[in-house]
């Protein structure tokens, strides 16, 4: 087996995408789950501080206001698929080949 040595256009070229394949289902959910907690977890703190605050009334207000959406908004997102990335990629692409450049004898009968 012979090893040859990576020259700087390998080294600096971009990757080539072999597979338009989106993330696995796996991956999607546990992303998914991940921005429905923390999205949860942001409401107990904002009940916390409105209680904490509760002697500026507009900020304590504030706070009440932020937490009721917030388990409609965790919803949300969480049952929403990422959308599809347009962006350009490097693909492969080879060069396509003629069969043969001659010109061929057609017999019509």
Same mark, same amino acid.
């Given at each position: 087996m012979e090893v040859? !040595?990576?020259?700087?256009?390998?080294?600096?070229? @971009?990757? =080539?995408?072999?597979?338009?394949?989106?993330?696995?289902? @796996?991956?999607?959910? %546990?992303?998914?789950?991940?921005?429905?907690?923390?999205?949860?977890?942001?409401? &107990?703190p904002c009940l *916390?501080?409105?209680?904490? &605050?509760?002697?500026?009334w507009w900020l304590?207000?504030?706070?009440?206001?932020?937490?009721? !959406?917030?388990?409609? *908004?965790?919803?949300? *997102? %969480?049952?929403?698929?990422?959308?599809?990335? %347009?962006?350009? =990629?490097?693909?492969?692409?080879? +060069?396509?080949?003629?069969?043969? %450049?001659? +010109?061929?004898?057609?017999?019509?009968?």
């Open positions: 040859r !040595p990576v020259n700087e256009h390998d080294r600096h070229s @971009d990757p =080539v995408l072999i597979t338009a394949a989106a993330p696995s289902y @796996d991956d999607e959910l %546990a992303a998914r789950k991940r921005k429905y907690i923390l999205t949860m977890g942001l409401r &107990f *916390i501080l409105a209680g904490v &605050f509760y002697h500026t304590a207000l504030a706070l009440l206001v932020l937490s009721v !959406p917030l388990p409609w *908004i965790a919803v949300l *997102i %969480a049952n929403d698929r990422p959308p599809r990335k %347009a962006e350009e =990629v490097s693909r492969y692409r080879r +060069e396509a080949k003629q069969l043969e %450049a001659r +010109e061929h004898r057609v017999i019509d009968g």
